[in-house]
């Protein structure tokens, strides 16, 4: 997730935002930092989920990043998950600095397999090639130049197969502030 919080209980977006709260501007130690401050420290538990539900974030929803679509594996060894889609790039890969982090699937490449675009003023979503050697398939064909993706297209990738949903679009749109 690339969801975290500042001091002051914001929720935001470092993709979007850095290590900046947008609420308030307070910077947030990157977790390589924390880590190096708790070396030779006696180490903190672990953050649980009882930890998110203390925390007051409510009526801050607009830190919460706005989902646009999904992708849903049906076929391969994540078969049953899915996977959030977001406005612009997402670049899709098994490495977590992927925006959408496909584990399990070794015939996928770690990095930039393939990119899906949700393109806000249009309000329509692409499935581009990645610069990875592994190929991208839309509905059974190789992907080489960018497709544009309808509801319950599939898109395969490595072994693994999904059914691409989306929200955005001409049915429903995130209101822009
Ligand atoms: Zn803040």
Redesign the pocket.
């Known amino acids: 997730m690339s969801l975290t919080r500042?001091?002051?209980?914001?929720m935001?977006s470092t993709r979007r935002h850095g290590n900046t709260?947008?609420?308030?501007?307070?910077a947030v130690e990157s977790p390589a930092a924390s880590n190096g401050e708790a070396a030779g420290a006696i180490p903190r538990a672990p953050r649980t989920a009882e930890d998110d539900r203390t925390m007051p974030y409510l009526g801050e929803t607009t830190g919460i990043e706005p989902v646009t679509g999904w992708m849903v594996c049906i076929e391969g060894p994540q078969m049953g998950q899915d996977y959030r889609i977001m406005a612009e790039k997402n670049f899709i890969g098994r490495s977590e600095e992927m925006h959408v982090r496909i584990l399990g699937d070794n015939t996928i490449s770690r990095r930039n397999h393939a990119v899906i675009v949700y393109d806000p003023k249009k309000r329509n979503f692409y499935l581009l090639p990645g610069d990875a050697s592994g190929l991208a398939y839309h509905n059974n064909e190789a992907v080489y130049s960018p497709v544009e993706l309808a509801a319950y297209d599939v898109i395969q990738l490595g072994r693994s197969k999904f059914i691409f949903i989306p929200l955005c679009g001409v049915h429903f749109e995130w209101e822009q502030q």
């Not at 500042?6 to 914001?10: D, F, K, L, R, S």
């Not at 709260?21 to 307070?26: G, I, V």
């Open positions: 500042c001091g002051n209980g914001h935001f709260c947008p609420y308030c501007n307070l």
